[in-house]
């Protein structure tokens, strides 16, 4: 679910960046780009995590 939001909260960012390169027509400024972007990879980043988390509770080999 996480990764799909990452997805989206991407697409958001690239389709803004791909309408001020070719039309002209960016709805996003600088700053807002910042935090759609960062607010993607922080999505992301905890999706990672949580998938990481699940894998350890699961595995059944001890760490040293």
Known sequence: MLLIGAFIVFLVFFLNVALGA???AAVLGDIG????????AGLFVVAVLRKEADRSKN???KQV
């Open 33 to 40: 780009e910042m935090l759609v972007l960062s607010f993607a």
């Open 22 to 24: 070719f039309a002209d």
């Open 59 to 61: 595995d059944d080999s």
